[in-house]
């Protein structure tokens, strides 16, 4: 991926003290052509392109005097960092961090949609969002400021709901009969409809598009395939842990998922997206 | 010799684990002559992929649906009494 150039500035710095800067968006810090490193840890979105991230540098221990720190970066909505942050700066940064009103306003809806979509359960949801807010208010020390705010307070939901639904656990079965599945089927178990092929995106629209429609599809499943489907596929948590979360069987796990699969890949048929006939 | 609909569930399997040597070689062999099945092993692997994108933020999920009334009222009330003081953390440097 092409890496542009978007600026770079003069940082005046007296050496040997902290000096800290921030920025969101996917970028890479340098300084005069050195990657920061060490006590001035740059930050980096773990996927390319997608989503967002802030961080705060410390770049204290560095003889930076007189250098240049410049910001490059490959993605499109970056916004430029804060200027070169003194440590008062960050305090008050932090302590907006800490405004519990800007936190429910920023991220409320996010993890509570975060919450409801995994547990099913609209009380449930909130509480788990009111127990994510306090647990991160407790533990504000713990945040380094490697990820974004946001991806943080998800780390901490994601126990939670994790939690949630150990404790709500209940054991069933998979219904044998899927009808809808077996009628992508003739009887004798081949496709009773030919599969359209898909243009595979290339373009950031074409993915964009494929992303869009497919989360729709991932909303019109049932349920429990959905659920089954997000937290092993998208979450990553494992499919023992997710067995012992669903209350189901391996075996019964596996065949959700298919079943997810099948019905994403006719929702996405029947959404018309990229058919190339 | 696989019918369709057992090929997709080795198909999905793939994700999951490790295919055994005999699931391996009748997945191929009905994936050589079946260009239905070929089809939707690219379309699973199309969703796979989104799904790797996703990650946890998934923004359209559920785009539309927001706290319910009151909500934020009642977290911010059991914040109040949490919230911690700012912290020092430590003195401002020197300007210029």
């Given at each position: 991926m092409k890496i542009a150039k978007t600026r770079a500035v003069t940082w005046d710095v007296n050496q040997g003290a902290n000096h800290h800067f921030a920025w969101s968006g996917n970028a890479r810090v340098f300084i005069q052509g050195n990657k920061v490193s060490g006590a001035g840890a740059a930050c980096e979105t773990p996927l390319p392109g997608w989503g967002g991230c802030s961080c705060v540098g410390r770049a204290g221990d560095q003889n930076l005097a007189g250098r240049s720190l410049s910001v490059w970066h490959n993605h499109l909505d970056m916004h430029w960092p804060k200027e070169m942050a003194s440590d008062n700066d960050l305090r008050e940064e932090r302590s907006a961090q800490c405004d519990p009103q800007q936190w429910v306003a920023a991220h409320g809806d996010l993890l509570y949609r975060f919450a409801l979509v995994r547990t099913g359960d609209a009380p449930a949801a909130e509480e788990l969002v009111?127990?994510?807010?306090?647990?991160?208010?407790?533990?504000?020390?713990?945040?380094?400021?490697?990820?974004?705010?946001?991806?943080?307070?998800?780390?901490?939901?994601?126990?939670?709901?994790?939690?949630?639904?150990?404790?709500?656990?209940?054991?069933?079965?998979?219904?044998?009969?899927?009808?809808?599945?077996?009628?992508?089927?003739?009887?004798?178990?081949?496709?009773?409809?030919?599969?359209?092929?898909?243009?595979n995106p290339e373009t950031s629209a074409e993915q964009e598009e494929l992303r869009a429609r497919l989360a729709k599809c991932l909303q019109h499943l049932p349920e429990r395939l959905m659920r089954a489907?997000?937290?092993?596929?998208?979450?990553?948590?494992?499919?023992?842990?997710?067995?012992?979360?669903?209350?189901?069987?391996?075996?019964?796990?596996?065949?959700?998922?298919?079943r997810a699969r099948?019905?994403?890949?006719?929702?996405?048929?029947?959404?018309?997206?990229?058919?190339?006939? | 010799m696989l019918t369709c609909k057992q090929a997709s569930e080795l198909i999905s399997v793939q994700y999951g684990r490790a295919l055994n040597q005999r699931e391996r070689i009748s997945l191929r062999l009905h994936l050589l002559m079946?260009?239905?099945?070929?089809?939707?092993?690219?379309?699973?692997?199309l969703i796979q992929k989104w799904a790797g994108w996703q990650g946890t933020a998934e923004p359209e999920l559920l785009s539309q649906v927001c706290m319910p009334?009151?909500?934020?009222?009642?977290?911010?009330?059991?914040l109040a009494d949490k919230t911690p003081p700012p912290k020092d953390i430590g003195p401002r440097r020197a300007e210029g």
């Open positions: 009111q127990e994510t807010f306090l647990a991160a208010l407790a533990g504000l020390d713990g945040f380094q400021g490697h990820s974004s705010e946001r991806t943080w307070l998800i780390g901490i939901l994601k126990h939670k709901i994790v939690d949630h639904l150990r404790q709500t656990y209940r054991e069933v079965t998979v219904e044998e009969i899927d009808a809808e599945v077996d009628a992508y089927f003739d009887s004798q178990g081949s496709w009773a409809l030919p599969p359209s092929k898909l243009k489907f997000l937290l092993t596929q998208i979450d990553g948590l494992a499919a023992s842990e997710t067995c012992k979360v669903l209350g189901v069987t391996a075996t019964n796990l596996w065949v959700m998922l298919h099948l019905r994403l890949r006719h929702c996405l048929e029947q959404s018309g997206f990229g058919q190339q006939g | 079946c260009r239905y099945c070929r089809t939707v092993a690219r379309q699973i692997a009334e009151g909500a934020r009222e009642r977290i911010l009330a059991a």
